[in-house]
């Protein structure tokens, strides 16, 4: 998860930190006044970090079952354990997913410079 958190930093900390910005701003109307800034971040982090964009393809009935628990119980989100309990085990199983993927690319890589390996 730190690595996926450093790809979002390196790649769309101007977003996050505008994001950030304005929920911080608008407390009570942040989720009207923000929604563009955070379509902004959300596309930038599709585009630019491979772990985020997956969980999004693989999650998202899981995150949208999250999200909607909170909206129906934002006075008392701890309602929303369970969501939040399921979408930690959609997110970490993409997440070993795609650690395996690349260590199997990693190590035909690394097989393919072997001697007398042809591909």
Do not use: F
Not at 82 to 92: A, F, K, V
Not at 103 to 115: C, E, Q, V, Y
């Amino acid at each position: 998860m730190d690595q996926t958190l450093d790809e979002v930093n390196k790649h769309c900390s101007d977003h996050v930190q505008a994001y950030a910005a304005c929920v911080e701003n608008n407390e009570k109307t942040w989720k009207v006044d923000c929604a563009d800034l955070r379509k902004a971040l959300t596309k930038c982090t599709d585009d630019n970090v491979t772990l985020m964009k997956l969980v999004r393809l693989n999650c998202q009935s899981t995150i949208d079952r999250y999200t909607s628990c909170l909206n129906k119980n934002s006075e008392k989100p701890e309602t929303c354990m369970d969501s939040l309990r399921d979408l930690y085990e959609c997110t970490e199983g993409v997440g070993q997913t795609l650690e395996k993927m690349n260590r199997l690319k990693n190590k035909h890589h690394d097989d393919a410079k072997k001697p007398g390996v042809v591909e």
